[in-house]
């Protein structure tokens, strides 16, 4: 079957946009920052004139006796539920959480873990099986597809 005369459409005329012109940007500069190093020895280090200084004498300060560092570090306070475990042959103590503390965060660690391995498994096995599935599927579309456009 032809056509007497092509169809007609309808179509939309829109007007023209408007002008306006280009945006002006200019090229963003920055400076880079600097500074002038201030060399002096602390022994010769004095305050700006007109400022009244802390020390005005020109002697260097004299060190102050320093208090004796303690010989072992002072460690916090334990909480009651807390455990010490001593390592085996050293010396060495390490605090440790309550059992309740402890089964909870044992039981929580291997429950995520054999979820994670159990939904991989399913979702690997459940691949396995619709593959096949969703080729057979694939097939026949594409035939039909090709049916549609040779006729």
Do not use: H
Not at 17 to 22: E, M, S, V, W
Not at 37 to 62: C, Q, Y
Not at 86 to 102: D, K, L, R, Y
């Amino acid at each position: 079957m032809e056509w007497v005369a092509p169809p007609t459409l309808p179509s939309l005329m829109l007007p023209e946009a408007p002008g306006l012109p280009g945006p002006i940007l200019s090229i963003p500069r920055a400076e880079m920052p600097y500074y002038k190093p201030l060399v002096a020895p602390p022994s010769v280090l004095r305050p700006p004139p007109g400022i009244e200084g802390i020390n005005t004498t020109d002697e260097a300060p004299k060190k102050e006796a320093v208090a004796p560092k303690p010989t072992s570090p002072t460690l916090p306070p334990l909480p009651k539920e807390a455990q010490i475990l001593e390592v085996p042959f050293t010396e060495i103590e390490v605090p440790m959480p309550s059992t309740i503390i402890m089964t909870t965060a044992v039981t929580t660690a291997f429950i995520s873990v054999g979820a994670t391995l159990i939904a991989t498994s399913l979702f690997k096995y459940i691949v396995m099986i619709m593959k096949p599935v969703f080729k057979q599927l694939w097939s026949k579309l594409t035939k039909k597809k090709e049916v549609l456009e040779t006729s």
